[in-house]
């Protein structure tokens, strides 16, 4: 039987999909009272339980990777064809904004255990930056060459490129950088 704040957050999320206008005000102040943040703070708290296992990480890691392809994409959108930056500049400074994030986000949010991880942070760090390093290079080979050989534009390349790109990361990642260690291993 569902649990009053499942419930809640359950019919929340059905509103806040069927509302507009005036009604999206009202669920937004509705979500920044008092209650709301103490329903907001329990929605992160079952969020992040290891309980949830591969499903619980797997909605952290879309919520991650939504927040961190935002950023990516802004800056790199943002700085290309606003400001003017030659894209491959501007795909260099949003890929360096969100690794910073991305990387952030995967260790205290996506990939919670119970137990310790199996690799110390030093490590993590170098099979992240290695799978990183390899994404960019795909990424910007893509976005040099396929536009042109394709003809479709940059951007619309560079997305296609990030959604499958995340879906290989999320393998690579859970199985070989934030994967926990066995019980009783020593870091």
Known sequence: MPDKLETETRQIAEAGSTVAGSEVVELTSRAASPSGLR?????????RSPDLGLLGQGMRYV?????????????TLVLSQLVGLHFQV??????????????????FFVWVHHEQFALPLGHQL?????????????????T?????????????????????LAAVNFILFRGRVFHPGLAGDAL
């Not at 170098?126 to 893509?142: C, D, E, K, M, P």
């Open 126 to 142: 170098g099979r992240y930056l290695t799978i990183a390093l390899a994404q960019y290079g795909l990424t910007a080979l893509g």
């Open 144 to 164: 040099a060459v396929l536009p042109r050989a394709i003809h479709i534009s940059t951007p619309i390349v560079y997305i296609c490129l990030m959604l499958g």
């Open 39 to 47: 329903r907001l703070t329990h929605l992160i708290e079952w969020l």
């Open 63 to 75: 919520i991650a990777g939504g927040i961190v392809a935002a950023v990516s994409a802004c800056t």
């Open 90 to 107: 501007a795909l260099a400074i949003g890929f360096t904004t969100a690794l910073v994030t991305h990387f952030t986000l995967q260790r």
